[in-house]
């Protein structure tokens, strides 16, 4: 299975409520609906974002507030949120970022030769995919 990024927008109320019984959260993610799912590519989107490939280093860094969310609600699970304030400067910083300038970032060997999960598969030539070994000599 593997670790794998999915987000969910909720109100408010809803967060709110999760906050004060994190067990209201399995409610939430029965509706599929409201859920975008990045798979594995949430460690290559980091990097784009912020140049990091160590983890360790994820607190350092607010725009990677868009892949990891901010404040940790269940830690063994790694589910964390950002409040709608917290969202609103982060898609108003985000906004700000050229894609000519995550496409210059990506580097499928330093992608690679750092491990960014999912490794095992390997980081491909072409930007937007994650490719088999076989297809990256």
Excluded at 9 to 14: A, L, P, Q, T, W
Excluded at 40 to 64: N, P, Q, V
Excluded at 66 to 93: C, H, K, N, W
């Amino acid at each position: 299975m593997g670790l794998v990024g999915a987000y969910m927008r909720v109100s408010e109320d809803e967060l709110a409520g999760v906050l004060l019984d994190s067990n209201q959260v399995e409610e939430l993610l029965d509706d599929e609906e409201r859920q975008t799912d990045i798979d594995k590519a949430w460690h290559g989107l980091y990097f784009l974002l912020t140049g990091e490939t160590d983890l360790d280093a994820i607190d350092r860094h607010s725009l990677g507030k868009a892949v990891f969310g901010g404040d940790v609600i269940d830690e063994e699970t790694g589910m964390a949120y950002l409040t709608s304030a917290e969202v609103y400067d982060l898609a108003e910083r985000l906004h700000f970022i050229e894609l000519s300038a995550l496409e210059a970032r990506y580097d499928a060997a330093t992608m690679n030769e750092q491990e960014l999960y999912p490794f095992e598969n390997g980081w491909g030539p072409e930007k937007n995919c994650i490719c088999s070994n076989s297809s990256t000599s």
